[in-house]
């Protein structure tokens, strides 16, 4: 959506062949400006956000830690992660549980990016709305 507002931008301003260059290179520029941009803020918000979730499953699992020694099961086919004295359930529960744990924080962090993304999708359909100056078509001459 930022590419086609800012194409439009771009080449609406445009008057003769001998400007195209100019709007060739501000188009550009600002494409791979924004590429870069953009890249960087998903990861930026995928490693705040990731860190937020996975602090706060780990501080939930925590907290509950009776019921998660005492829970039969987590899911139907998986052991308790712990017995009540503190060893390990079964060989392998603690990697299994922390990779449960690690699944739960990349579902809630992609859910976050996309909540952002529609959210930064809307903001760009309300500025095409408004700030384009269209250009009606006119005859040669």
């Not at 930022?2 to 194409?7: I, K, N």
């Not at 706060?56 to 009776?66: E, I, S, T």
């Not at 998660?68 to 392998?92: C, E």
Request: with cysteine.
């Amino acid at each position: 959506m930022f590419a086609v507002s800012l194409l439009m931008f771009v080449t609406n301003t445009v008057k003769g062949p001998e400007e195209g260059p100019y709007a060739s290179a501000l188009m550009n520029f600002a494409r791979a400006l924004a590429d870069a941009g953009g890249t960087w803020f998903v990861e930026l918000v995928t490693r705040w956000r990731g860190a937020l979730h996975s602090g706060r499953l780990v501080d939930q699992a925590g907290q509950n830690w009776f019921r998660t020694i005492q829970a039969k099961t987590l899911l139907p086919h998986d052991p308790a992660p712990l017995l009540p004295d503190g060893q390990p359930g079964a060989t392998g529960s603690l990697q299994q549980f922390a990779s449960m744990i690690e699944h739960q924080v990349s579902v809630l962090t992609t859910a976050d990016i996309f909540l952002l993304m529609a959210a930064l999708c809307g903001v760009y359909i309300f500025v095409t709305v408004l700030l384009p100056v269209r250009t009606t078509p006119h005859a040669s001459c």
